[in-house]
């Protein structure tokens, strides 16, 4: 059964960092794009990053310098490094896979995994 599960999220402070990881299975993710996307209440679904198979990386202006997107092969797990992080960075935070699909639409997907939030408050 083909599963993402999205984790690491949290409560931080302003200029904080943290590790969200999307760990799969039933399928290579190494052979898949995948993409970070988020939701603030209120707001529309955004796409924060994505690496593609061939280990492209692309990201949102608003993010670049701050985030870092990897994998880990062994792990069959793609992380989003968050540094630096703003309170208009909260959001539940999901992960997207997909073979064909890429960069920063989530209508390219397939595979989502259930969400992580993401709450950046002093």
């Known amino acids: 059964q083909v599963q993402l599960l999205d984790s690491g999220g949290g409560l931080v402070q302003p200029g904080g960092s943290l590790r969200l990881s999307c760990a799969a299975s039933?399928?290579?993710?190494?052979?898949?794009?995948t993409g970070w996307f988020r939701q603030a209440p209120g707001k529309e679904r955004e796409g924060v990053s994505c690496i593609t198979a061939e280990d492209d990386t692309y990201y949102r202006d608003s993010v670049k310098g701050r985030f870092t997107i990897s994998r880990d092969v062994a792990k069959n797990t793609v992380y989003l490094q968050m540094n630096g992080l703003e309170p208009d960075d909260t959001a539940v935070y999901y992960c997207?896979?997909?073979?064909w699909g890429w960069g920063l639409s989530d209508t390219s997907y397939q595979y989502w995994g259930q969400g992580t939030q993401v709450t950046v408050s002093s």
């Open positions: 039933g399928f290579r993710l190494d052979f898949y794009n």
């Open positions: 997207a896979a997909d073979l």
